[in-house]
């Protein structure tokens, strides 16, 4: 009996997120090539058979049943859906879509960002090529399986849902067209208010959306950057005159030196070095340094 093995280029959901974060990376740069959002409108369009099947991946991330049976019959009914995708259309846009990628990117960059999720997605993946296969490995399709039924009745994490929230949700129930017409007010949103970023805040950004499921890496990025943020400031505090500037920064300073990283860099740590980076710009052009 063969395993049934996965494979990155062939996975729909981990392409079409790594497609996501490509487009991310082109708004922080301001590339106005805009690729990645080419190819998303290009091959993902609802009448693709790229489109049906990401909808299928995204309905067993995202739905949720509190028993195992239901979610047992979920998983049946969705792959009862995937059998009714045109499967060589599919292979033939997938096999176009790769190419797309090779061609605007490089490959080896391109597929080796971090991918959240990771297992469930191969598992999605194991499942539905599974079926093309007379003789699989029944036990490596099985633990797939149970996976996916561990995510369905597990119960997500409850938080209060503040309005950034809501406004996100709200996107993501947005018919394609919608979504690709708001992505566009939210580019030009993005540009009008942080066109003044300069490059060590374009640079945390970069490395915030690029490392969302490498926590270690972007812990460790935010590690080495506050000491330089430090002695930045102290360098621009010896040279400021005013008293009440003076105190501010010595409080700043003292706060960032007393700041420790837990398991995860929160998005309030995000926010006071960006802030921090902030108020060096501002000082920097007060004191003409």
Not at 103 to 123: K, Q, T, V, W
Not at 153 to 178: C, F, G, M, R
Request: proline letters at 1%; glycine letters at 2%.
């Amino acid at each position: 009996m063969k395993r049934v093995k996965h494979s990155k280029f062939k996975n729909t959901g981990i392409i079409f997120e790594l497609l996501v974060r490509q487009i991310t990376l082109e708004v922080l740069n301001g590339d106005t090539t805009e690729k990645a959002k080419k190819i998303v409108s290009e091959f993902f369009s609802p009448k693709t058979e790229l489109n049906k099947e990401l909808r299928l991946y995204e309905l067993l991330m995202k739905e949720k049943y509190n028993s195992e049976s239901r979610a047992e019959k979920f998983i049946d009914t969705v792959n009862e859906a995937h059998n009714r995708i045109k499967q060589t259309q599919l292979h033939k846009e997938k096999y176009n879509l790769i190419k797309k990628i090779n061609e605007s990117f490089n490959m080896d960059d391109f597929l080796s960002s971090p991918i959240s999720n990771y297992r469930l997605l191969a598992s999605i993946y194991k499942i539905f090529e599974s079926k093309k296969m007379d003789n699989y490995d029944i036990k490596d399709v099985f633990n797939s399986k149970i996976t996916l039924i561990e995510n369905i009745t597990s119960k997500p994490a409850t938080k209060s849902i503040n309005k950034k929230d809501k406004l996100v949700e709200s996107y993501k129930k947005q018919d394609k067209d919608l979504r690709l017409l708001t992505y566009k007010i939210l580019v030009e949103t993005f540009n009008k208010k942080y066109s003044n970023l300069n490059n060590d805040q374009k640079l945390l950004l970069k490395e915030y959306i690029n490392n969302l499921s490498n926590t270690t890496g972007f812990k460790s990025y935010v590690e080495k950057s506050i000491p330089s943020i430090i002695k930045e400031l102290k360098s621009i505090k010896s040279k400021i005159k005013d008293k009440v500037t003076q105190i501010k920064l010595a409080e700043t300073i003292s706060v960032l030196s007393k700041t420790k990283i837990g398991k995860n860099v929160s998005d309030n740590h995000v926010s006071s070095i960006m802030m921090s980076y902030e108020l060096i710009k501002e000082l920097k052009v007060k004191i003409w340094v």
